[in-house]
């Protein structure tokens, strides 16, 4: 492969600005200096330095937004053999994963990245990420189970924190109650719902931070902008 195209592979420039990189003499192969253009490289075995740093294939960083639907796990395999959110993704030629997870019956927004500093920055608890969700119910709540979501519920013996909760609309299959946690505990919402005796027909997750699925059509991905990438960041907030 030419040493450009490989460059541009990684992510690090354009075809054009490869060129100039080689051209200006910061590009090394197996410890030779490649300052010249026509150099054909062996993209998994040949070593590719750029300023120093070695590059890869896989060092180009993706940052999709899967709408998933229910069903799928959101694990890279499955032991049950269930279908997995991988199999959506297939097209992307790097190894992304889900940064956390949505329960199988769960649809809607997952993020997925190779980026493990991003993923870290969603996942940590010490990063508050907002998450929305839309639950499809039975019947409307009433002002006292809102507000017993609002003020916390205790599950497995630990409060959850205040979270956001409001009826939306008597929706065509029933009632919806957008819900927002910003903790990520096992079956949260379905958990919340459930302690206040809400029977819930389908969960959805619909944003997470300031990032919203909008009309992504379901099983289908698409690249995050700068501009979310940055705000899932904490920049330019
Ligand atoms: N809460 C749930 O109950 N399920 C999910 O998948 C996510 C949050």
């Not at 920055?121 to 508050?128: A, E, G, N, S, Y």
């Not at 499809?136 to 599950?155: C, T």
Request: aromatic share 6%; net charge positive.
């Amino acid at each position: 492969m030419r040493l450009q195209k490989f460059i541009a592979e990684c992510g690090i420039a354009s075809r054009r600005g490869a060129e100039k990189i080689i051209e200006s003499g910061r590009v090394y192969v197996n410890g030779d200096l490649v300052d010249y253009m026509g150099c054909e490289i062996e993209p998994d075995t040949d070593v590719v330095e750029v300023d120093g740093r070695v590059i890869s294939r896989e060092s180009k960083k993706y940052y999709i937004m899967l709408n998933k639907p229910k069903n799928y796990v959101t694990t890279v395999s499955d032991d049950l053999g269930r279908p997995t959110v991988m199999q959506l993704v297939s097209d992307i030629k790097a190894r992304i994963y889900p940064v956390g997870r949505l329960d199988f019956d769960t649809s809607g927004l997952l993020i997925m990245t190779n980026d493990g500093d991003f993923a870290n920055i969603l996942t940590h608890p010490k990063h508050v990420v907002n998450k929305a969700y839309i639950a499809r119910i039975d019947k409307p709540l009433d002002e006292a189970q809102l507000e017993r979501l609002r003020s916390g519920i205790e599950l497995d013996g630990v409060m959850t924190s205040p979270a956001r909760a409001e009826n939306i609309k008597r929706g065509q299959r029933g009632f919806e109650v957008k819900i927002t946690i910003h903790e990520g505990r096992n079956r949260q919402v379905r958990r919340m719902l459930d302690a206040v005796g809400a029977n819930v027909m389908s969960l959805k997750r619909i944003s997470v931070g300031s990032v919203t699925l909008g009309n992504l059509p379901e099983g289908k991905w698409r690249r995050l902008s700068d501009a979310e990438i940055n705000k899932l960041r904490g920049k330019n907030k």
